[in-house]
């Protein structure tokens, strides 16, 4: 009996559909067995005005799932999706991603195994939306520098307006060019150390959501609602450095199930501050390494 299995966690990939601060979360199982494909998509967090459609990307294909995904007025939406390989043109083996889309926007977004320039399988495909190959018509023809160095200057922009929004009256960060420099790095790490777990080797500090920015690595994380709500919760978050690794830590109450929903999105250690294996309701920090 063949079988195979893809798991992916979906993240927010921009602001606009998300229906709260807490922003959008998503995971997506995609199986193989005997020649019959199964597709199950779990999505929270997204407005439920909108009209979402799910598409299952290769490196220079995708398939477009037959099933729209209907979002209820809690934010919640779920679409299961039965199919064959050899009908939409993809092996389980050839899949890469899976995306939520509305439009040229991608509300949700997941890799399996890591990040790439998504958008060019769907213009390679020739969808018949316009707007998406408009979008990714200028960056197709560039190239992989001219790319790295145009999303690099997107990305920082786009770093300042979150900033901006979550706090107008910025103290810390008043001098943007720090964003994601050797200054800004050395800024940050200049202040008081915290020892939560003991003498564990780590120069740990105490951050807030907005000095992520700070450290290139944990860009991506200032609008996580993971982060947002740990950050949001317990009014600090914890950056760590060891070495040429960087470590995000979350403060929570652990949870069994939560821990899943953690692991999905990177945060694979738990350390309780007593040094004990954590328990479930016990304060702890979900750690992640960058």
């Known amino acids: 009996m063949a079988y195979s299995r893809v798991f992916i966690a979906l993240k927010q990939g921009c602001q606009d559909y998300a229906k709260d601060i807490r922003g959008s979360v998503g995971r997506c199982v995609i199986e193989l067995r005997n020649g019959a494909g199964r597709l199950i998509l779990q999505a929270q967090g997204l407005r439920s005005d909108c ?22 007025g809690t934010g919640k939406g779920e679409v299961k999706w039965e199919f064959s390989p050899n009908e939409i043109g993809l092996e389980v083996s050839d899949i890469k991603a899976v995306a939520v889309l509305v439009k040229d926007k991608a509300p949700l977004i997941g890799f399996v195994e890591g990040e790439y320039n998504w958008q060019r399988c769907l213009m390679a495909k020739n969808m018949e939306d316009t707007s998406i190959k408009a979008a990714v018509a200028d960056s197709g023809a560039e190239s992989t520098e001219t790319e ?3 999303e690099n200057i997107n990305e920082k922009e786009k770093l300042i307006c979150i900033i901006s929004e979550l706090d107008k009256d910025i ?53 996580n609602p993971f982060v947002i709500k740990g950050c949001r919760d317990y009014k600090h978050l914890l950056i760590g450095k060891n070495g040429d690794i960087y470590l995000l830590g979350v403060p929570g109450k652990y949870d069994k199930e939560y821990r899943l929903e953690a692991m999905a999105q990177g945060f694979n250690e738990f350390k309780s501050v007593d040094k004990r294996p954590p328990e479930q309701g016990n304060f702890c920090y979900y750690i992640l390494k960058c």
Request: with cysteine; hydrophobic share 35%; net charge negative.
């Open 51 to 72: 009209d979402y459609r799910v598409c299952i990307l290769s490196r220079e294909s995708y398939a477009e799932v037959a099933r729209p995904l209907y979002v209820d």
């Open 171 to 223: 103290d810390e960060i008043k001098e943007y060019s720090r964003i994601g420099t050797a200054d800004g790095e050395k800024y940050l790490f200049s202040r008081e150390n915290v020892n939560p777990f003991g003498d564990d080797g780590i120069n740990w500090i105490k951050a807030n959501i907005k000095e992520l920015c700070l450290v290139k690595s944990l860009w991506k994380y200032i609008n």
């Open 148 to 150: 790295s160095e145009g």
